[in-house]
C-alpha cells in the first residue's frame, strides 16, 4: 500500500504564488508516477502535472506549462507542486495521486491525496 498526504494551499492573489507538498509512504518501489490533479465547481478533475517516480521526468497540462513546476525531494519522498504566477481560472481542490501505471489519466491513479484548495482573489 502507498500513502498520500498532502499540504499547502490556500488564499494567494492573482500573480501570487504558492507551493503544494505531497508526502509519499509505503511501498515507494512500485510506483510510476505521481502526479497533481485539480477540480473546480462544476467542472471534471483535470491533469495538472505528473513527475515519474524515477528517472524524475516530468510533464504538464498546457494551461500551467510554464508556471507551475513539480519536483520531488528524495529524502523524504515528498512531491512539490510550486505555483506561480497564479490567475484565477487555477482556483479549485488541488489532489495529489500516485500510480503504479504511466498514465495522466485520473482513473489511472490508485493512490489518493485528501485534496487542498486553492483560492485565487483578483
Known amino acids: 500500500q502507498v500513502q498520500v498526504v498532502q499540504s499547502g494551499g490556500g488564499l494567494v492573489q492573482a500573480g501570487g504564488s504558492l507551493r503544494l507538498s505531497c508526502g509519499i509512504s509505503g511501498r515507494t518501489s512500485s510506483l510510476y508516477v505521481v502526479g497533481w490533479f485539480r477540480q473546480a465547481p462544476g467542472s471534471e478533475r483535470e491533469f495538472v502535472a505528473r513527475i515519474k517516480w524515477n528517472p524524475q521526468t516530468t510533464s504538464y497540462a498546457d494551461s500551467v506549462k510554464g508556471r507551475f513546476t513539480v519536483f520531488r525531494d528524495n529524502a523524504n519522498n515528498t512531491v512539490y507542486l510550486q505555483m506561480n504566477g497564479l490567475k484565477s481560472e487555477d482556483a479549485a481542490v488541488y489532489y495529489c495521486?500516485?500510480?503504479?501505471?504511466?498514465?495522466?489519466?485520473?482513473?489511472?491513479?490508485?493512490?489518493w491525496g485528501q485534496g487542498t484548495q486553492v483560492t485565487v482573489s483578483s
Open positions: 495521486a500516485a500510480s503504479r501505471w504511466n498514465s495522466a489519466i485520473a482513473s489511472a491513479y490508485e493512490y
